[in-house]
């Protein structure tokens, strides 16, 4: 796997509540985090470090499915109100059998971008209600086979959400411009999406490429 990340803060206190995150939850299995809570000050910021390093420890300590985990930090955030808003998507990357699974759930986050040598896909928008400070239903879970040569965008809205404008034209705009650039250079394809993005809100984007190997 090749990893390419990228990160621009729209506060002029250079910080925000988008982040991204990659770890290993073992031998074969890559955990991929990106969310997006309300604010571009320090107490958005600082609440995206709590929600970050409180998922890190629930992926890392159990081995439920991305949903469970979801759930998980939802409950969290309720009893401890770390945040009133934010979207996150979590999913695992795991390798067996020669290929790569991945597997994810989503709390009202934009859901990921496929790109291949066939085209762009916008990936299904998985059932899952956004962070608040209210218990919330259950989140559900996608799943999908990762070829060789494939790469996985994952995005917060500031990249592609020009304002005035409907969110799913926005989103179709998008596709369209990542399946312009090609995906065969992870790091250019991130380079030329954040150029083009609007200024006016955090981004964070965290690309996958899965190699040959």
């Given at each position: 796997?090749?990893i390419?990340?990228?990160?621009?803060?729209?506060?002029?206190?250079?910080?925000?509540?988008?982040w991204?995150?990659?770890?290993?939850?073992g031998?074969?299995?890559?955990?991929?985090?990106?969310?997006?809570?309300?604010?571009?000050?320090?107490?958005?910021?600082?609440?995206?470090g709590?929600?970050?390093?409180?998922?890190?420890?629930?992926?890392?300590?159990?081995s439920?499915?991305?949903?469970?985990?979801?759930?998980?930090?939802?409950?969290?955030?309720?009893?401890?109100?770390?945040?009133?808003?934010?979207?996150?998507?979590?999913?695992?990357?795991?390798?067996?059998?020669?290929?790569?699974?991945?597997?994810?759930?989503?709390?009202?986050?934009?859901?990921?971008?496929?790109?291949?040598?066939?085209?762009?896909?916008?990936?299904?928008?998985?059932?899952?209600?956004?962070?608040?400070?209210?218990?919330?239903?259950?989140?559900?879970?996608?799943?999908?086979?990762?070829?060789?040569?494939?790469?996985?965008?994952?995005?917060?809205?500031?990249?592609?959400?020009?304002?005035?404008?409907?969110?799913?034209?926005?989103?179709?705009?998008?596709?369209?411009?990542?399946?312009?650039?090609?995906?065969?250079?992870?790091?250019?394809?991130?380079?030329?999406?954040?150029?083009?993005?609007?200024?006016?809100?955090?981004?964070?984007?965290?690309?996958?490429?899965?190699?040959?190997?």
């Amino acid at each position: 796997l090749q990893i390419c990340a990228r990160y621009r803060p729209a506060g002029r206190d250079e910080v925000g509540g988008d982040w991204y995150d990659a770890f290993w939850r073992g031998a074969d299995q890559l955990a991929v985090v990106i969310g997006d809570v309300v604010g571009h000050d320090i107490t958005a910021a600082a609440a995206m470090g709590q929600l970050s390093a409180t998922l890190r420890a629930l992926a890392l300590d159990r081995s439920d499915g991305p949903a469970a985990i979801l759930d998980r930090l939802g409950t969290i955030n309720t009893q401890l109100s770390i945040t009133p808003f934010a979207t996150l998507l979590f999913a695992t990357l795991t390798r067996g059998e020669g290929r790569w699974t991945m597997r994810w759930a989503s709390a009202g986050h934009p859901p990921p971008l496929l790109l291949t040598s066939r085209g762009v896909q916008l990936l299904e928008r998985v059932r899952g209600t956004a962070l608040v400070t209210k218990k919330t239903s259950v989140r559900g879970e996608a799943q999908i086979s990762v070829a060789a040569g494939s790469t996985l965008l994952f995005y917060t809205d500031g990249l592609f959400e020009w304002r005035g404008r409907d969110i799913t034209d926005n989103l179709n705009a998008f596709a369209n411009r990542a399946a312009a650039y090609g995906h065969n250079v992870t790091e250019l394809l991130c380079d030329d999406l954040l150029a083009d993005a609007p200024t006016d809100d955090d981004i964070a984007m965290l690309a996958v490429h899965v190699g040959d190997g």
